[in-house]
């Protein structure tokens, strides 16, 4: 079967079949319907050498994160597929583990694969590595360079509603754990805004910093055991990913802490770890889906030409559950 058949069998032009294949120009939901029925009921599938020779593009996307093992970074990267699928793109997903010359490895082999962009998700290298990649490529959660784009959560905003929930629960000596702050992620203002908010309130709290092989390792179970155990007095808890305020959750409750009543624990995610723990983590929600949704826009933008916005930060929403009722 070739392309005329399909162009025969859905009464359409061979040019109309072609945009439909390689999604360009604006087509009827109606138009693109009859292609995929004829396509389906001849059993046509499209040559992608071909495809990618008339259009100039490979018709993949890389995406590097540090560990699709991590909660955050699995759904993410579901999201990014899912949204670079629909977008006609194939998406080839590299680990890192936050290793600098794996992820340069990586980016080598996504250019010798001739991917039209990249999508990044973890940074390890310079400022300079980046900016001389000479090829869309699009960051998530940090700012590469001032002109990489990236899309990332309103971090600032999160570490606000987390301190002035704990606030208003009661609690006057907290305790915050955070990722490396020595790398300047833009995650770092969950930080920052936490210690605005206890300062303007006259809160007394304590900052512990986790190295970040430990959050990608998953890890951090003897560090947390130590914090809670030196800050016995503390009545509240803000951690900066999900997994670390779950693992302080079942820490402190061995300790024989009261979870949810003189311990209140607020996590940062929202990922699929909150809703399934007893007792069920309050935290701030990341709007996971616009972000993978905003990345894969963006990106495919980039690569026909187009300008997007640098800076694209999207508001959290505060889940309160059984950790700070």
């Given at each position: 079967m070739t392309?005329?058949d399909?162009?025969k069998?859905?009464q ?18 109606n138009v693109k319907a009859k292609?995929?029925?004829?396509m389906e ?11 990618s020779l008339?259009s100039?593009k490979?018709w993949?996307?890389?995406l590097?994160v540090?560990?699709v ?6 759904e993410?990267t ?6 670079a ?6 998406v080839?997903?590299?680990n890192?583990?936050?290793?600098s ?6 980016i ?5 694969s ?8 973890s940074?390890?290298l ?5 900016q001389?990649?000479?090829f869309p490529?699009i960051?998530?959660d940090?700012?590469?360079a001032?002109?990489?784009p990236y899309?990332?959560?309103?971090n ?7 301190a002035?929930?704990?606030?208003e629960?009661?609690?006057r000596?907290?305790?915050h754990i955070?990722?490396s702050?020595?790398?300047p992620?833009l ?5 920052e ?5 206890c ?6 709290y304590?900052?512990?910093e ?8 998953l890890?951090?179970?003897?560090s947390i055991?130590?914090i ?7 009545d509240?808890?803000?951690a900066t ?16 802490r009261?979870?949810?009543t003189?311990f209140?624990v ?7 770890v909150?809703g399934l723990?007893?007792?069920?983590l309050?935290t ?5 889906d616009?972000?993978g949704?905003?990345a894969v ?17 999207l ?5 309160e ?5």
């Amino acid at each position: 079967m070739t392309i005329k058949d399909v162009a025969k069998r859905a009464q359409v032009s061979i040019a109309t079949v072609s945009r439909v294949i390689n999604n360009r120009g604006y087509l009827s939901d109606n138009v693109k319907a009859k292609v995929a029925s004829a396509m389906e009921e001849l059993d046509y599938h499209p040559n992608d050498l071909a495809r990618s020779l008339h259009s100039q593009k490979s018709w993949l996307l890389g995406l590097i994160v540090p560990s699709v093992s991590h909660p955050f970074f699995g759904e993410i990267t579901k999201c990014i597929e899912g949204y670079a699928y629909e977008q006609g793109y194939k998406v080839l997903i590299c680990n890192s583990l936050q290793e600098s010359e794996k992820e340069r490895d990586y980016i080598a082999m996504l250019k010798r694969s001739q991917v039209d962009g990249i999508i990044m998700g973890s940074h390890t290298l310079e400022t300079g590595d980046y900016q001389g990649l000479q090829f869309p490529l699009i960051s998530l959660d940090r700012e590469l360079a001032s002109d990489i784009p990236y899309v990332c959560c309103d971090n600032y905003q999160g570490g606000e509603l987390a301190a002035n929930c704990l606030i208003e629960k009661g609690c006057r000596n907290v305790i915050h754990i955070s990722g490396s702050l020595a790398v300047p992620m833009l995650s770092n203002k969950r930080t920052e805004a936490f210690i605005d908010v206890c300062k303007a309130a006259g809160i007394t709290y304590h900052c512990f910093e986790m190295p970040d092989s430990l959050v990608v390792n998953l890890g951090e179970e003897e560090s947390i055991t130590g914090i809670l155990t030196m800050q016995r007095e503390c009545d509240g808890l803000f951690a900066t990913s999900d997994i670390t305020a779950a693992k302080a959750v079942n820490i402190a409750l061995a300790m024989g802490r009261r979870v949810g009543t003189d311990f209140k624990v607020i996590g940062f995610d929202d990922n699929i770890v909150s809703g399934l723990m007893t007792p069920r983590l309050s935290t701030i929600r990341q709007p996971v889906d616009l972000i993978g949704r905003y990345a894969v826009e963006y990106l495919v933008r980039m690569i026909h030409g187009e300008t997007v916005p640098t800076k694209t930060t999207l508001p959290v929403q505060l889940i309160e559950r059984e950790t700070t009722r």
